[in-house]
Every structure is written in C-alpha cells, then in structure tokens.
C-alpha cells in the first residue's frame, strides 16, 4: 500500500503540473486560484521550514516538468543518439529551477501565518524567478506573468514592473485564497483584495492600450519567410539546395503591395555566406527593388584560419550582394549551441557539427539603410527581460529570427512566442518575429498582433512595421522596479510577521 505521506507527495506534483494549464497555448490563468491555496495549505501544515521547501520543491517539480516537456521533443531529433537523455534533461532541469520554488516556500514558512507569509512568499516567488534568469546563464522561461498572455490589459503592466514583478503579484494575488482554510473573514478579505487590484490593472491597461491601430513606418512592408522545414530534414545532406528553392519560392510570392524587405529565419542560408558567392548572389537577387535581404545564417572563421570560431548570426545583404549589416548570437543556449563543463559531462551537443559556437559581444543596434534602427534577437535570446536592446543605442524596433523547428506541435513555440510578446510591451517597441515553422508574426508595442502565420503553416507574412511607443517605465528603470516592489512586498510581510508576533501570547 503507498503510504499517505507518499500520496501526499504525489499530489503536490500533480497541484505543479495543473499550475501550468496557466502558461500558453492553454492560458487557464485562473487554475492558479485554485492551486497555489492549496500550495498555501501545505506550507502552513508543514512542521518546518524543511518540510515546506519540501511541498514548494514538490509542486515547482510538477509545474516545470508540465511546462518543459517539450524539450523533450528536441531530443527526439534524433533519438537514438539523445532518447536517453529526456529523464535527465526534463527531470533534472525541472528539478534543478524547482529549487527556487522550494526557497519562496522555505521563507514564506519563516514568518507567521497570515497575510505576512502570503507577502512573504510573492516576494520570495519573483525573487527566484530573477535569480533563475541569471544564474548559469539564465533560463528565465514561464515566468508566472505569462499566464496572462491571453488578456492583453493585464499584461500592460509589464511595461511598469517587467514580467517578474507581473508575477510578484500574481502569486500574491493566486495564494491569497489559502487564507481561508485559517480565517474565513481574512481569507474573504484577501481574496477580494488581489481580485480588485488585477481587475484595476486590467481596467488600466485597457486605458493604456489605444483605441485606434498603432501608426506603421511610411515606405516599409515588411515579409517574413516561413517554410516550416522540419527539424529532421534541415541539415540533412543535398537537401540544403532544396530549402533554398522553397525559401526563395516563397520570398517570391506575389503581393498586392509588394515588400521591401524580406527577413528569413534562424540558420535558414544554406552555407557560410561570405564563403559562397553563388548563394550570395543568389539571395541578393531576390532582395527587392531598393530593399535588403535579412537572412539568419551560420558564420566563421575562413577557411585554414585557427582556432576555427563558428556564430550563429544574423546577416543582412543588400542587392548587390554585399553585407550592410551583422549581428551574432550573444546568448547561447547551453547543450544546444555549447557544451558547459566539456570535461566532466562526456556528451556532445545536441545541434550540428562537434564545435562550440562563440557568443557575439551583447545587444546591439543595426543601422541599416532604408530602415529604422533595430535590435536583433536570435532565438531564445528574446525570453530575457530587461536584457535584450543596447541602452546606449536605443533601437526603434525588434526583430526576433528563431528556428522552433526543434520543439514540433508542443506547447514550447507558443510559450516562446508569449515572451517575444511581452518584451514589445516592456520595451515600448515593436517586435518582428520570424520563425522557421512559426509562430511569425509583427507585433505592435503594445502586444497586438499585426499579422501573424500559426504554427507550421507554410507562407509568408506581409505586414507594414509599427512605429514604436513613448518609452516606458520599465526600459528606463529596467529590474529596478522590480526591486523596489520586492522590497515593498517582502518588508512589508516581515514587518506584518513582527507586529502579529509582538501581539502574540
């Protein structure tokens, strides 16, 4: 018979696993009112702090394994080579970032019941999402703000606090109902309490949010190349020309306005650009009148040059042929484009080729002729709050290449797309995003879809480029707002343990 300890232990993983129908594509934001109470329960009931990180490290386990399960899908790229690995690379990465949710639970637990522990533990909840942004290179994904990538007023917010305070108060306002399993009239209190403040926050985004479209750039519209080439078959050998001719019939696809720019994928050239005139030559034939060709490619070193350094870019060509513009990757995704810690981990990565890819120098603003000035984004690049444009060089607009190939029908694109969302409102700018089988779409600052083509559709996307907001709070002050509602939220939670205490018999 399995022990109700045992039971008790499997529940809280399947409370996390639930907690996660909030993220996209399902966005059922209001099951967290229903999980993070009961979450609340098991803290209060646990003996010590111990016990309490304990059912948080529980319930995080559940909900980061419901939500990285598609990580799994690029192990199966090529499963006989990397099958294994999906217990250790789920599992163990969800296990590891869960240890964040095991610390908000282990604080909350330090102060008193009440109102100062559910204080306590929002403030602890955000905290740990920063941290697991910076920490090992960061890994940011799913911050509890996403759930909200369905209602548009509310994630207005992010513009002020970031996703991270979004979530600050989105665990408070969740767990607030755990109240009343300890006092019906204070639970009441509370709950209606975190229901009023997002209710005012989405009243205030709402107003935020302008009534008519947002004004595009005069002489640009913009197309998007999406050829949806599967994973399996993208590096596959003499199949390179072949997904050449299917990017370049769609790139030539007629148009009642014709484009001016056409932008293909993450890694869609077919070679090392500044090696191979031919398809140089090629790509610049099919930039249009006056317009550029942007293309993500894979570059390096020429040829006999050591040490051999391979980038994984963004390369822009006008139509001539010559490159007018250059961005590389500066965050690279660990086991995918490097192998952190060679000499103890005896695997290889699980992209292309035996050599580690080199980081570019950081975000960087591109000044290209006929555009406004933009921020290139390469891939996962675009989850990093706060850390995506060169604040010394503002860009006007955000463009975000991607691949996505790797993750298939899974709930990892759309999660991945809900960030690139949340970075345009944050920033006050528009964000362009190309992915190789979607989701592609323009982006207006304030979060609204201008044109957009699903999740392995095969096309293209013609859409003018919006103009950019007033900058907004967030990118003047960055995570500094964060900080500062941290501080708020958890002094005030520790000040509210030391007055209940000081009452206390």
């Given at each position: 018979?399995?022990?109700a ?16 129908l ?12 229903l ?21 948080a ?21 090529d499963?006989l ?13 969800s ?27 929002a ?5 740990g ?5 910076v920490?090992?290179t960061?890994?940011?994904w799913?911050?509890l703000g996403?759930?909200?990538?369905s209602v ?33 009239r ?32 005069p ?9 949806s ?29 014709a ?24 790509l ?13 490619a ?14 994984n870019?963004l ?7 010559e ?18 810690l ?17 980081p ?11 555009l ?26 955000l ?29 006050g ?8 089988n979607?989701?592609s ?6 979060g609204?879809?201008?044109a ?17 907001a007033p ?14 509602l ?20």
């Open positions: 018979m399995i022990s300890q045992w039971k008790g232990r499997a529940g809280l993983i399947a409370l996390g696993a639930v907690s996660a909030a993220f996209p594509p399902t966005g059922l934001f209001f099951v967290l009112w999980c993070f109470p009961l979450l609340m329960r098991s803290i209060d009931r646990s003996e010590s702090w111990k016990g309490a990180f304990g059912s490290w529980l319930f995080g386990l559940g909900q980061f394994c419901a939500g990285l399960y598609w990580i799994a899908c690029a192990l199966l790229i499963p080579r990397f099958g294994w690995m999906i217990p250790f690379a789920v599992g163990g990465l296990a590891f970032l869960a240890i964040y949710i095991g610390i908000a639970g282990a604080l909350a637990r330090l102060v008193r019941p009440g109102w100062p522990r559910i204080l306590v533990f403030a602890a909840w955000g905290a999402e920063w941290l697991r942004g920490v090992l960061g890994f940011p799913n911050p996403s759930a909200w990538a548009t007023p509310v994630l207005q917010i992010v513009s002020v606090t970031g996703a991270f305070g979004l979530s600050v108060l989105t665990a408070g306002a969740a767990a607030a109902p755990g109240l009343l399993f300890r006092s019906r204070e639970g009441l209190v509370a709950t209606v309490a975190g229901l009023v403040l997002f209710a005012a926050i989405g009243a205030w985004g709402a107003a935020r949010i302008p009534a008519e479209a947002q004004p595009t750039q002489g640009i519209r913009l197309r998007l190349v999406q050829a080439i599967p994973q399996t078959l993208k590096w596959a050998p003499g199949m390179r020309v072949e997904h050449f001719r299917r990017q370049a019939a769609l790139s030539k696809t007629p148009a009642d306005i484009p001016t720019h056409v932008i293909w994928p993450e890694t869609a050239a077919p070679s090392y650009l500044e090696e191979d005139d031919g398809a140089r030559e090629a610049a034939s099919l930039a249009p009148p006056g317009g550029l060709m942007l293309v993500g894979m570059r390096g070193t020429p040829q006999g040059v050591e040490p051999l350094r391979l980038w870019s390369e822009v060509l006008d139509g001539q042929g490159f007018v513009g250059r961005y590389d990757k500066a965050h690279l995704v660990p086991f995918g484009e490097y192998m952190p060679p000499k103890w981990l005896p695997v290889s990565k699980i992209t292309v080729g035996s050599t580690d890819l080199t570019g120098p950081g975000p960087q603003t591109l000044h290209l002729p006929g406004p000035p933009v921020g290139p984004l390469i891939c996962y690049e675009a989850i990093f709050p706060g850390a995506i444009v060169d604040e010394e060089n503002r860009p006007e607009w463009l975000n290449v991607t691949n996505d190939g790797w993750y298939g029908i899974s709930s990892g694109p759309y999660q991945h797309f809900a960030a690139a969302r949340m970075r345009a409102i944050e920033e700018l528009p964000l362009v995003r190309n992915a190789n979607g989701i779409a323009v982006i207006d600052p304030y609204r879809v201008i957009s083509l699903g999740l392995d559709a095969v096309g293209v996307v013609d859409a003018p480029l919006p103009v950019f900058i907004t709070i967030f990118a003047r002050m960055g995570t500094g707002v964060l900080f500062v941290l501080m708020i939220t958890g002094l005030t939670g520790l000040l509210g343990h030391l007055y209940s205490k000081r009452r206390a018999p």
